[in-house]
């Protein structure tokens, strides 16, 4: 089973349009976060969940809207998508520091 | 502000030889945790390796040890007896343990060529 998972794996849109990533983790884990691997392949933290909580929102335009149902679940809502946003998100959770990876979702803005 | 820094973007490596990958961190934190991450061309973010700040003794596991070295701030990757399936990219990460975020913060990254 996988630990943490999320959909789609790929996403190709037209730009302005609205589109959703969602993340799901069976590790029981408290805390779920979002992060943006850029062209460069930087890696930065968008959001962080606890329990459902936002905790951490790291300047991330208002387009980008979060979303927790539950604690095993974080999806991600890109409203008006620019070509800059084009990249790979990635899911994690974790429990004590250590972060558990989703495979990614690879978004590409035409 | 916390920052970790890799400042080898790219490096190469015969197979079956030892390469050593740098990071440094910078914190005020005296609690914390270290981690080298590996991003291989599948894009999967697989944790190679953990350090606590706490243990004085570095962290290994199999082909990988890491030199950690608290005072300097230096938490370096060593890979020993390379193997192609070791060609990814890697990134040093903190977290610090005072924290209830759990928020990592990454290096760069370092792309490490196996050859053959």
């Known amino acids: 089973d996988t630990a943490v998972s999320q959909t789609p794996k790929y996403l190709v849109t037209q730009m302005g349009n609205d589109k959703s990533i969602k993340c799901e983790q069976n590790?029981?884990?408290?805390?779920m976060y979002w992060y943006k691997q850029d062209s460069k392949k930087f890696l930065k933290i968008m959001f962080s969940?606890?329990?459902?909580?936002?905790?951490i929102n790291e300047t991330v335009p208002n387009r980008f809207s979060p979303k927790s149902p539950d604690k095993a679940h974080l999806n991600l809502h890109i409203n008006s998508l620019e070509l800059g946003d084009s990249a790979v998100y990635f899911c994690?959770?974790?429990?004590?520091?250590?972060?558990?990876f989703g495979e990614g979702s690879r978004l590409t803005v035409l | 502000a916390q920052t970790v820094t890799q400042s080898q973007p790219e490096m190469s490596v015969q197979e079956a030889e030892t390469v050593t990958l740098s990071c440094t961190y910078d914190?005020?934190?005296?609690?914390?945790?270290l981690f080298w991450y590996k991003q291989p061309p599948s894009r999967q973010m697989i944790l190679v390796i953990r350090?606590?700040?706490?243990?004085?003794q570095n962290a290994t596991e199999n082909r990988f040890s890491v030199n950690f070295q608290k005072a300097a701030k230096s938490f370096s990757l060593k890979i020993s007896d390379s193997q192609l399936g070791d060609t990814a990219m890697y990134f040093c990460?903190?977290?610090?343990?005072?924290?209830?975020?759990?928020?990592?913060?990454f290096g760069q990254g370092t792309t490490l060529q196996v050859k053959p």
């Open positions: 994690a959770s974790s429990q004590i520091g250590e972060l558990f």
């Open positions: 590790l029981g884990h408290d805390t």
């Open positions: 969940y606890n329990n459902k909580e936002l905790i």
């Open positions: 914190t005020s934190e005296n609690n914390y945790y």
């Open positions: 350090q606590e700040a706490y243990k004085q």
């Open positions: 990460a903190f977290v610090g343990g005072d924290s209830n975020t759990g928020k990592l913060i």
